[in-house]
Nanobody
Framework: VQLQASGGGLVQAGGSLRLSCAAS????????MGWFRQAPGKEREFVAV????????YIVDSLKGRFTISRDNAKNTMYLQMNSLKPEDTAVYYC???????????????WGQGTLVTVSS
């Protein structure tokens, strides 16, 4: 499975971005997909996960209400809509995939290269 994350950039606090993760190499609709992020000097942290069907999704409590995860199996793409961005959301955002539902990095075998999100104050 190859994953390509995109959509990062520089945005002012309060702004929005939508990240995309395009998948290829395996039936996308069979994969559980997740988002992680890693801020400068910090460990990678789990952000969100969505099941293969898209019927079930989870966002970490601290981001609920601002971030939304979704997927379009017809386009082999997963999304992370980020609203009301804060400077503390600044990080490299990674998409990941596997066949099991997980909220931790070891649960994913396939990773994208990351896309940088910078939120200015």
């Amino acid at each position: 499975v190859q994953l390509q994350a995109s959509g990062g950039g520089l945005v002012q606090a309060g702004g929005s971005l939508r990240l995309s993760c395009a998948a290829s190499g395996r039936a996308f609709s069979s994969l559980v997909m997740g988002w992680f992020r890693q801020a400068p000097g910090k460990e990678r942290e789990f952000v969100a996960v969505i099941t293969w069907s898209g019927n079930s999704a989870y966002i970490v409590d601290s981001l609920k209400g601002r971030f939304t995860i979704s997927r379009d199996n017809a386009k082999n793409t997963m999304y992370l809509q980020m609203n009301s961005l804060k400077p503390e959301d600044t990080a490299v955002y990674y998409c990941a995939a596997d066949q099991t539902y997980s909220g931790s990095s070891p649960g994913y075998r396939y990773w994208g290269q990351g896309t940088l999100v910078t939120v200015s104050s």
